[in-house]
């Protein structure tokens, strides 16, 4: 069993940055990749960026390619979502999940724990 706690988000100005952070209680996060969704008003649930269990793979949606950087700490059992300049578009709801298979994926379905989420304002 995996528990994630999402935090760092809020209301930002665009152009502006963010880091999200992502905890995770139990002993077996370095095994798992880690992965970011985002659901807007209105959207579905979709796909951000994930790193594998190494952190030596790591996948980011096309929106957010050169904008986003997914890392990770196993040792402080910690993914980061570091968000530079930031869109209105980006304005969502942001939540963290592990995947037991380890190599990162953008598919929904293959993660296995979630958090709560954070919210992400980008005023224009």
């Known amino acids: 069993q995996v528990q994630l706690v999402e935090s760092g988000g809020g209301l930002v100005q665009a152009g502006g940055s963010l880091r999200l952070s992502c905890a995770a209680s139990g002993r077996t996060f370095s095994s798992y990749a880690m992965g970011w969704f985002r659901r807007a008003p209105g959207k579905e649930r979709e796909f951000v960026a994930a790193i594998s269990w190494s952190g030596g793979n790591t996948y980011y949606a096309d929106s957010v390619k050169g904008r986003f950087t997914i890392s990770r700490d196993n040792a402080k059992n910690t993914v980061y979502l570091q968000m530079n300049s930031l869109k209105p578009e980006d304005t969502a709801v942001y939540y963290c999940?592990?995947?037991?298979?380890?190599?990162?994926?953008?598919?929904?379905?293959?993660?296995?724990?979630w958090g709560q989420g954070t919210q992400v304002t980008v005023s224009s």
């Open positions: 999940a592990a995947d037991r298979r380890g190599s990162g994926s953008s598919r929904y379905g293959n993660y296995d724990y």
